[in-house]
């Protein structure tokens, strides 16, 4: 015989094996989620559209990251917006991968809910991240100890804004007129003077509510 002949011969040292379909249905459940697979289960479960998936499921670390973080309670929707912006951009200028400490999925759920639940505003929560990234700390820990809750008094509030409307005079008749581009100018100079910490709604309604007083 030759070699090519001894491929159809059986092998003594490898007897026979029958597997049982329990033995297959282990060897199913232990064998790793596909890319495709992952990516239409994800688009199923989390209501990611095509792209979204994609993005996600681009990388395996950073979909196992994106699930941690949604099974501990994180919107999908706004996981996916802070993963795809934000925390991208530092693991970019950090050159880090989704997992790699600082950023835990812990603590970017904690994060997102403290956005969700309005205890800091988006542009506050970009500021806390950067902490993160630089101390390695939890964000509930940095709100806590630099008294970073959000500024929800009303009363507070109106008076920080009327103060606004007497030192420009212009942008506060203009709002009486009609002109809610101003609007923007005067949520500007809250933001500012509270350090990005007014709760946004709530200035924003007593803006309007004071522009239509005469």
């Not at 092998?11 to 033995?23: N, T, V």
């Not at 409307?165 to 100079?189: C, I, T, W, Y």
């Amino acid at each position: 015989e030759s070699a090519q002949d001894y491929r159809y011969f059986p092998e003594p040292d490898l007897p026979p094996f029958a597997p049982s379909p329990e033995f297959l249905s282990a060897r199913r459940e232990s064998m790793a989620e596909l890319p495709g697979a992952r990516k239409a289960r994800m688009k199923a479960r989390y209501g990611l559209n095509e792209t979204q998936a994609a993005f996600i499921c681009d990388d395996k670390a950073g979909a196992d990251f994106f699930e941690a973080a949604a099974a501990l309670g994180a919107p999908p929707q706004a996981l996916f917006n802070w993963l795809s912006t934000e925390v991208q951009r530092h693991f970019n200028k950090n050159n880090l991968r989704p997992g790699d400490p600082p950023l835990t999925p812990r603590r970017l759920a904690s994060l997102v809910d403290l956005v969700e639940k309005g205890r800091v505003p988006p542009s506050l929560a970009k500021q806390i991240l950067e902490q993160v990234f630089q101390t390695g700390r939890d964000p509930e820990d940095i709100v806590a100890e630099q008294s970073l809750e959000p500024v929800e008094d009303r009363e507070v509030l109106e008076k920080l804004i009327k103060e606004i409307f007497a030192a420009h005079p212009k942008v506060a008749e203009a709002l009486k007129n009609g002109d809610s581009r101003q609007a923007g100018f005067v949520m500007g100079r809250v933001m500012k003077a509270t350090g990005g910490r007014a709760h946004p709604q709530l200035a924003q309604e007593i803006i309007r509510e004071l522009s239509l007083k005469p």
